[in-house]
Structures are given as C-alpha cells and as structure tokens.
C-alpha cells in the first residue's frame, strides 16, 4: 500500500509541476473529495434536489386533518412536488416513504397514494421505519440509491397521522417480543424506554434545567408565529382541500395551508404552571414538548447530469449523512453524535454551518445537543420545530429539508444541517448546501 501511494505521489507531483500545483495540494484534494462530493464543488455525479414540500401540520384528532387518511396528505405532497418542479412523473424511478405509525410503514397505501398522484406503475415504492428519522432516512436513501447509479431520479418522502396513529406512548400498540429476555439485559431492555423518561434522564444527567426547557418553547413559539406573521412559510406549504366533521357530524370542505401548532401569548409564567407529564417531580411538561400531529413532506432528488438534461432548476445539494447509535435511555442525545460525525465525514466544521434544523422532540434533548456542540441559538430552527411547528414523526425529516431549502431561498445562506433523535437510541444528521440564488 506505502509503495502505491509513493507511486501516485511521484504522478501528482509531476502533474503538479506542470500547472504550478504542488503535490500537497493535490493530495489534500483528494483526500477532501467526499462521498457525495465535495462542498463547493459541482460534478455531475452530485445528488441535487430539486423540489421540496410539505403539508401544513395540523394538530392530531383536533385540528384540521383529523379526518384525512395518510395516503391522502401524502398523495398531496407528491402534488406539490410535481407542480412545483413541472417534472414528468414518468421520470421517477423509484420512490421511498418514511412513516411510523402505521401497519407496515403504510406501504400499501402508500404505493395507491403516488399512482394517484400521476406517478406511473413502473416507479418502485417502499415504505421504512426508522423512527422519528424516518422522512430524513427516506431522502437519504434515495440520495444513495442516486449517487451509487441504481436510479437516476427518486423521491423522498415522510407522512404520519397520528390522529389515526394510537398514542407513541401506548405500550398496548408494541409488537409480540420476547419482555423476560429482553428485560434480563441491561442494555437491551433500555430500548423500551418511554420517550418521556428518556427526555427526563437528559436533563437529569446533563443539568439542563426545567426554565431553560421552557425558555426554548417560548422561543419556538415566538419563533413560529412570527414566521406565519411574515409569510415566510407560505412558500414551502401545498394547500391541502380536506372535509372535516365537526362535533355534531356536520362535514365541510376547508382548506388547510397554515400550521396549526403555534401558539400566541406562550410566556415562561403561563408555562411554569404546568405539571410535569412523565414524572412526579420531573421537568418534561406537554409545553416543552413536541405536539402531536399530522402531515406529509416530500423531496424530488436526481443527479446533476439528469438535472441538466431535463432543464431542472437545481435548488440543493445533499452532501453527506449519518447515523449514529447512542444509550436508548438517553436517545435524545442523537444529534450531538450524529452532526459532529456527518461533518467530518464532509470536511465541514460545526462553525461553518449557517442553519441547523434540529427537531424539538423535546425541549431537554434539543438544548442539551445545542449547548454540548456550542451551536450560536440565532442558527437553530430559524422559524419554530417540533414543539411549536409539531412533530409528525415519520414526515418530520423530510419537513425538516422543506424548511431548510425555504430558508436558505429567503436568507441566502450556505450550508445546513437536518438533524433528529431517533426512538430506540440514535441520531441523524445531513448536510444540505444551498444553491439558490
């Protein structure tokens, strides 16, 4: 091997000679060349989106979708994205759907829902599972299906009802598992921890305070709604026509374009008032905590060259993706694992990031990964998350790329980063660069 690369040095450096490049620079280039390309750098072997967008998200069994199936809100998504890029279904190869609550990962509707969306039988469909990460994971598979040449055009997407969902807390809704196994090991057993419990070890075991957990409430609330003061979020959200029942069984047709989870007058005084929801003494309360929702997001990706061809207008580059395992107690840890790892993998430093979606599952989790990576507060969710925006688990990820590529369009920044803790004990993160003009 020390032979080889002595051989490659002595080309480069004659090749360096030639053009006034030293060999060090050159190997330093090479050694920069990331598995989705490097940042700042334009092959036509880049995996580019396209197009971007979601659903509003509405409150679950009380707002606006609460009588919308799944395939419903995901057939819109898939809309969306077609309209907004004008790109002939006919081109999509195969499509991937994060979900988490339904049977199957909503794989049978799923596929129904993008056939009636315009997508041709001849497109694959599958739907996975990987928790709250489950949207992300779906853009991301399909990035790497793109980069590696099984396609050349794909989607990503994420939808959850969770009106239609049972509770993510309902042991009732576990699949048959061996229990005296399982909770015979100590480290296997922790992946049944409650979500809740885990939210209350972070901030036992990092010290992150119930008044801080309600000051980044406050802050995603006021966040949030001035995002909807300022129509920042119009742009990224497909009007969805639905028919909702009201409580004395009378149906109308409305129309659902705004998200439904921000909540003016959310002060620290009005949220100190609440109880803990997990824990007698705890500091997890149903105000610094992700909602429950309903939604659907979808991301149209291909490769450089076949954007080209197409005449596609290229608005992002994904460039890198990771996840990474951490204790189950403490899942909310992810993102602080997750994002130093995606960055290294793409020779970007924390700093260098100009926004970082990092999803409120809850206020302890998503301030302890902030402080532990020393993120500046004025870069993470620029318009609200989980906790004010809501956290439809499977659609999240891919909401969370929506936002991002809406953001860099209104702000004109760079680089950003999608991150998420995963139920079970995990963390993911991606990198996302900007070209928009």
Known sequence: ??????????????????????????????????????????????????????????????????DTTPDTLLKNAFEGVLADSKLDPKEIQDIVVGNVQMSGAYSMPGRAAAVLAGIPESAGFVAMNRQCSSGLEAVATIASKIKSGVIEVGIGAGVESMSNGGSPGDVSNMPPMDLNSI???????????????????????????????????????????????????????????????????????????????PRAGTTMEKLAKLKPAFK??????????????????????????KAKELGMPIKAVFRGYKVVGVPAAIMGIGPAAAIPA???????????????????????????????????????????????????????????????????KREHKKLGVVSMCIGTGMGAAALIENEQQ
């Open 1 to 66: 091997m020390a032979n080889r690369l002595e051989k490659l040095a002595a080309h480069l450096q004659v090749a360096g000679s030639a053009n006034g490049a030293g060999v060090d620079a050159q190997l330093t280039s090479m050694e920069q060349k990331k598995i989705f390309g490097a940042v700042g750098s334009q092959s036509d072997d880049d995996v580019v989106i396209v197009s971007a967008k979601r659903t509003a998200i509405a409150r679950a069994r009380k707002g606006g979708f609460k």
């Open 183 to 261: 909770f015979q090991h100590p480290v296997a057993s922790q992946a049944l921890t409650p979500m809740g419990i885990t939210s209350e070890n972070v901030a036992a075991k990092f010290g992150i305070t119930r008044e801080e957990q309600d000051q980044m409430a406050v802050d995603s609330h006021a966040k949030a709604l001035k995002a909807q003061e300022q129509g920042w979020l119009k742009d990224e959200i497909i009007p969805v026509t639905v028919t909702v029942e009201d409580a004395d069984g009378n149906e109308k047709e409305v129309v659902i374009d705004k998200d439904e989870g």
């Open 280 to 305: 007698e003494g705890g500091s997890t309360t149903a105000g610094n905590a992700s909602q429950v929702s309903d939604g659907a997001a979808a991301v149209i990706l291909m490769s450089r060259r």
């Open 342 to 408: 995606c960055l290294e993998s793409t020779g970007v430093s924390v700093s260098d990031v100009d926004v970082y979606e990092i999803n409120e599952a809850f206020a302890s989790q998503a301030t302890y990964c902030v402080k532990k990576l020393g993120i500046p507060m004025n870069k993470v969710n620029p318009v609200g998350s989980g906790i004010s925006l809501g956290h439809p688990l499977g659609c999240t990820g891919a909401r969370q790329v929506a936002t991002l590529l809406n953001t860099f």
